[in-house]
């Protein structure tokens, strides 16, 4: 896993708006990727995963978009909620599972 | 189905004194995982097990061990505890390490060192 200092990026959205949340990943052999969110005071909360053999994903509300070439990822949330206001953490995972990296996390806003 | 469940949910100890905080995975999973997430922090890996051994070790002093049971919970001791060791830990399980899986987290211990 990885640290970052207190000071996460934050990215804030009107209410109804769609939200990009952006990750970079550093490592090539990395072949399985997922997305967490995690509200106040509780764990990381599974939203969606993809394999390296796909592009993109589509889950209710939200889609994953995989660029390999550049080794980015995001995650799109249609229609933001309130409660969608949470710290957004991506995964990538290399050598069968063994190899599990979390991002510094971007922490989203929704505005009424 | 249960989701991963730690305990104690809340703890409050001093300096020097020693912790043991337990996680059950979810049922079916082998591997256990154990982070540590310090206030506004991201995710920190600590501990790793599966089948009953650890399989690899974050940046943590020695203090920091753990074990996992036959039945798969696993513990994790923290020994002469020090004010930054307050943390959120988070345990997290899943299915095997031979395949890509995702991790499903509980809800975490939250440690004050006075």
């Known amino acids: 896993g990885e640290s970052v200092g207190l000071h996460l990026p934050t990215l804030s959205v009107q209410e109804g708006d769609n939200s990009i949340i952006n990750c970079a990943y550093s490592?090539?052999?990395?072949?399985?990727f997922i997305w967490y969110k995690q509200e106040s005071g509780k764990g990381p909360q599974f939203i969606i995963d993809?394999?390296?053999?796909?592009d993109k994903r589509q889950g209710q509300r939200v889609t994953v978009l995989l660029n390999k070439t550049v080794k980015h990822l995001s995650l799109q949330i249609a229609a933001t909620q309130p409660g969608d206001s949470a710290v957004y953490f991506c995964a990538e995972i290399s050598f069968y599972g063994q190899n599990f990296v979390f991002g510094p996390g971007t922490r989203l806003s929704v505005l009424p | 189905e249960a989701g991963v469940t730690q305990s104690p949910t809340h703890l409050i100890k001093t300096r020097g004194q020693q912790v043991t905080l337990r996680c059950s995975p979810i049922?079916?999973?082998?591997?256990v995982y154990w982070y540590q997430q310090a206030l506004g922090l991201g995710l920190q890996f600590l501990l790793w097990y599966d089948e009953g051994e650890e399989r690899n070790r974050g940046n943590f002093p020695p203090r920091f061990s753990g074990r996992q049971f036959p039945n798969y919970s696993s513990e994790l001791n923290v020994n002469a505890l020090e004010l930054e060791d307050s943390a959120l830990y988070l345990c997290?399980?899943?299915?095997?390490?031979?395949?890509?899986?995702?991790?499903?987290f509980g809800d975490g211990t939250r440690l004050s060192i006075l």
């Open positions: 993809i394999r390296s053999n796909m």
């Open positions: 049922s079916g999973h082998t591997s």
């Open positions: 997290a399980s899943s299915l095997s390490r031979y395949s890509n899986q995702p991790q499903h």
């Open positions: 490592n090539s052999a990395s072949d399985y």
